[in-house]
Nanobody, 119 residues
Framework: QVQLVESGGGLVEAGGSLRLSCAAS????????MGWFRRAPGKEREFVAS????????LYADSVKGRFIISRDNVRNTVYLQMNDLKPEDTAVYYCAADPKSTNKWDYWGQGTQVTVSS
């Protein structure tokens, strides 16, 4: 079982930056691929970014490519999402997720953290 707790959300002006953190419990964090997803008001949840278990491979949604950076610290059992040049359309609840077998099946989810970008 893995428990995920996100933090770092908040209110920021357009063009600003935020860094989200996701702290994971469990001894096997370093074996899991990790990802960030978001759900904007009235929209479906969408993929934002993912990172392989060792951190060598990352993937981004086109909408955030070049602005967001996903990273992980396997000693601190934490995955990060650095969000730069934020836009009002980035406003959403951001969720951290874990994929234990790196098969794009996200079995564990955090409770989410709100990010609001004002124009």
């Amino acid at each position: 079982q893995v428990q995920l707790v996100e933090s770092g959300g908040g209110l920021v002006e357009a063009g600003g930056s935020l860094r989200l953190s996701c702290a994971a419990s469990g001894r096997t964090f370093s074996d899991y691929a990790m990802g960030w997803f978001r759900r904007a008001p009235g929209k479906e949840r969408e993929f934002v970014a993912s990172i392989s278990w060792g951190g060598a491979s990352t993937l981004y949604a086109d909408s955030v490519k070049g602005r967001f950076i996903i990273s992980r610290d396997n000693v601190r059992n934490t995955v990060y999402l650095q969000m730069n040049d934020l836009k009002p359309e980035d406003t959403a609840v951001y969720y951290c997720a874990a994929d234990p077998k790196s098969t794009n099946k996200w079995d564990y989810w955090g409770q989410g953290t709100q990010v609001t970008v004002s124009s």
